[in-house]
């Protein structure tokens, strides 16, 4: 057992989904847990690609013998967006703002039809599977 775990860098990847209707699956994206699915149960991806390198500070503990080499590749440290080409790097720039202003969350969250078409619970059903297990006494985390 070690402290260290390897792990590959790559520009990006896609991520294909074909689990069929009500399913979907699970992942992490800017921080916060999401949860992807096809409202017809089709197949679907993710591109998911390295679009900003971000530096961060190393504490007063960072000790390269459990941690690793953090500049494997030399590579030169700084804020900057990444990309094959500068077309490339200004597409994620304007992609960025449309998040932050909004204009990608009819492509990003789904509506209440997709979501009872894909056959999920929604909102008023999971108040009252919510109420159901409080009444049993089951914590609403294991319900």
């Not at 990309?83 to 790097?89: K, M, P, R």
């Not at 009819?106 to 009872?116: F, G, K, V």
Request: charged content about 20%.
């Amino acid at each position: 057992p070690s402290l260290v775990y390897q792990t590959d860098k790559k520009a990006g990847m896609t991520l294909t989904f074909e689990g069929g209707q009500g399913k979907g699956l699970f992942f992490q994206w800017d921080g916060e847990a999401r949860f992807a699915f096809s409202p017809s149960g089709g197949v679907f991806s993710i591109n998911v690609r390295k679009i900003l390198s971000v530096p961060v500070v190393l504490g007063p503990g960072y000790d390269p013998r459990i941690t690793g080499d953090p500049f494997p590749d030399n590579e030169a440290v700084g804020f900057r967006f990444m990309g094959e080409s500068q077309l490339e790097c200004s597409e994620m720039k304007q992609r960025i703002l449309k998040y932050v202003r909004g204009d990608l969350n009819s492509e990003l969250s789904a509506t209440r039809a997709e979501i009872i078409a894909a056959g999920l619970p929604c909102e008023e059903e999971i108040i009252e599977i919510h109420a159901s297990c409080m009444e049993l006494g089951v914590v609403a985390a294991s319900c």
